[in-house]
């Protein structure tokens, strides 16, 4: 069998998702001791016919290892599957509440809850500043710049927008005439040339404004350029509130935000201390480390400031959204504490990799 399957991978790895790149983890998991490859192949082809989990999420998993259960293995689900639970756990006739930023944001101001400062929602027929003034247009943006003249840098995010889209965040430059400075490109800009060449209003994009939130000094030792963010499985049900578990998203060199689809690195914590963990490539390689993958500053083995503090705000974020009992919480750590960045009702399933534990174990309180 191994004979057979050697023959069949060429010398050059062309991608992770291709046979070849199956095939030659396959081959080297039981060179190293773990299951053999008949084994490996026979639970590769069960997993896909039966629990419809493909032979990348085989690997990407570790689901190889000799010493898991059968029934750890069968514990994850494909997308189709968690959508559905999350859908019987959020109604999704709720789910508009965190899914949109605006109305996000009004809820957990209400409830008092510590977010990045709202300055307004940008918008060309309905937008509204901090105060309850118009903001349509760039001379209005100018005017709330000027009423709140100790800002200095500012964020938009897209009302609607997932993963990064549409965030763009600049520098106030303040000699006269109020300009913006594109914190990524450098780029110097006029409020007019920003709503309408960068934001679009007029074509129907719209933004909440936020204050930029200026992170501790331990998070920006990691990526300067982006503010990293803890994502924070969360519960609240039948009265109690519980973390599932959490992992540390860091940036990379130049890069504003910290999406893991945008190349963020990403790494495990202790949940019992906050101390960060080994970093993993969430692909069949399995390759994990300890440092930037740019700067090579060492991020494994800090610990995380106010720990406890985000860990207890992730469930009050949740616990504020009416019929919501599950969340992905993003927490960025201020100078003076941690701050919510946004919940998602929906996370990206395949996060039970990087937690090593299946969506059985995950959502057993349920």
Not at 224 to 232: D, E, H, I, K, Q
Not at 239 to 259: P, T
Not at 328 to 349: M, R
Request: proline share 4%.
């Amino acid at each position: 069998m191994e004979e057979i399957l050697e023959a069949t991978v060429p010398a050059k790895i062309k991608s992770p998702s291709t046979f070849d790149g199956i095939a030659r983890q396959t081959l080297k998991r039981a060179r190293q001791g773990q299951l053999g490859i008949a084994r490996q192949l026979a639970e590769m082809v069960i997993l896909k016919l039966v629990y419809g989990l493909g032979p990348g999420y085989y690997h990407s998993a570790r689901l190889w290892r000799s010493e898991l259960p059968w029934h750890f293995k069968t514990g994850f689900w494909p997308y189709k599957k968690f959508r559905r639970f999350i859908a019987t756990i959020n109604p999704p006739a709720y789910q508009k509440l965190s899914q949109n930023k605006l109305s996000e944001k009004a809820i957990l101001n209400l409830a008092h809850l510590p977010t990045a400062t709202f300055m307004g929602h940008l918008h060309h027929q309905y937008g509204f500043g901090l105060s309850g003034k118009e903001l349509k247009n760039a001379d209005q943006l100018g005017e709330l710049l000027m009423e709140h003249s100790t800002i200095d840098k500012l964020c938009f995010k897209l009302v609607e927008g997932f993963g990064g889209q549409g965030f763009h965040a600049a520098q106030v430059i303040r000699d006269g005439e109020i300009r913006l400075q594109l914190l990524d490109s450098g780029q110097v800009l006029t409020l007019h040339d920003l709503v309408e060449k960068v934001l679009q209003v007029y074509k129907g994009q719209n933004y909440i404004i936020e204050e930029y939130v200026h992170q501790h000094p331990l998070l920006t030792a990691l990526n300067p350029s982006s503010v990293n963010t803890l994502r924070v499985w969360a519960a609240c049900s039948e009265g109690e509130s519980w973390v599932i578990d959490a992992f540390l998203r860091v940036g990379r060199r130049g890069s504003l935000v910290d999406n893991t689809s945008r190349g963020a690195q990403i790494f495990r914590l202790n949940l019992a201390s906050g101390v960060v963990g080994e970093g993993i490539c969430k692909d069949i390689y399995n390759e994990t480390y300890n440092c930037h993958a740019d700067s090579g500053e060492r991020i494994s083995g800090r610990a995380l400031p106010f720990w406890q503090d985000a860990l207890m705000l992730s469930q009050k974020a949740v616990m504020a959204f009416p019929h919501i009992t599950f969340a992905g919480v993003d927490i960025a750590f201020s100078e003076n504490g941690p701050v919510i960045i946004e919940l998602n009702v929906e996370p990206d399933p395949t996060s039970a990799i990087i937690f090593d534990r299946c969506h059985e174990e995950l959502f057993s309180r349920f």
